[in-house]
């Protein structure tokens, strides 16, 4: 059972920007790798994704902000968040799956994080 820890979290003013960390305790080589979030009121909703060959998705609301990236060596991804709106605001939640077509198409995954939350103030 793989085991998912986010880190980075916290409370920020729009325009300001985040990092978040997870750091999975088994092997990610051949795993997608995925950031969800989910606001109060709101569905889940997969904010960007990696696959095993480094391939990235994107919310659009988040195209041209967000950055995904992965360290298989490390069994860790990050996203990092700039130019943050209060619109932003949620629990995110780093996720794993065998593809990242799943976690788009289906919002779901194998392996889920117990979240972090970052919340973005006026």
């Known amino acids: 059972q793989m085991q998912l820890a986010e880190s980075g979290g916290g409370l920020v003013q729009a325009g300001d920007s985040l990092k978040l960390s997870c750091v999975a305790s088994g092997r990610t080589l051949n795993y997608a790798m995925g950031w969800f979030r989910q606001a109060p009121g709101k569905e889940r909703e997969l904010v960007a994704g990696v696959n095993k060959f480094d391939f990235t998705y994107y919310a659009d609301s988040v195209k041209g902000r967000f950055n995904i990236t992965r360290d298989n060596a490390r069994g860790a991804v990050y996203l990092q968040m700039n130019s943050l709106k209060p619109e932003d605001t949620a629990i995110y939640y780093c996720?794993?799956?065998?593809?990242?077509?799943?976690?788009?198409?289906?919002?779901?995954?194998?392996?889920w994080g117990r979240g972090t939350q970052v919340t973005v103030s006026s």
């Open positions: 996720a794993v799956d065998a593809l990242l077509n799943t976690m788009r198409d289906y919002g779901s995954a194998n392996y």
